[in-house]
């Protein structure tokens, strides 16, 4: 599948940002999505998942209560809803697609259960 994200920008600490990543030639729900961030010099790291259900989410803590993800299925379009922005939510974000359902926190929150990678779109937060 073929992932398309925008929506990134500079802003201030405590503000928000809505992260989309739309889907070019497949159905997203087909897929458990996820959004991964790298910052420079650190390794990719796990925001969110959404899996076959909208109960069927996941997040890492550094992020729970302050960021949300959904999907809308009629626009093929998966979202990130970022919320109270901190200095260290600077990175760049990517959207990511697996075809496996039910893997759990353990397995979406690792990098290589997603074969597809959308190309990153860069969120800046200014203190």
């Known amino acids: 599948v073929q992932l398309q994200a925008s929506g990134g920008g500079l802003v201030q600490a405590g503000a928000s940002l809505r992260l989309s990543c739309v889907a070019v030639?497949?159905?997203?729900?087909?897929?458990?999505m996820g959004w991964f961030r790298q910052a420079p010099g650190k390794e990719r790291e796990f925001v969110s998942a959404?899996?076959?259900?909208?109960?069927?989410?996941y997040y890492a803590d550094s992020v729970k209560g302050r960021f949300f993800i959904s999907r809308d299925n009629v626009k093929n379009t998966l979202y990130l809803q970022m919320n109270s922005l901190k200095v260290e939510d600077t990175a760049v974000y990517f959207c990511a697609a697996t075809p496996v359902f039910n893997g759990g926190y353990n397995y979406y929150s690792k990098p290589s259960s997603f074969p597809s990678w959308g190309q990153g779109t860069q969120v800046t937060v200014s203190s």
């Open positions: 959404l899996g076959w259900s909208d109960d069927d989410q």
């Open positions: 030639d497949r159905a997203l729900v087909s897929y458990t």
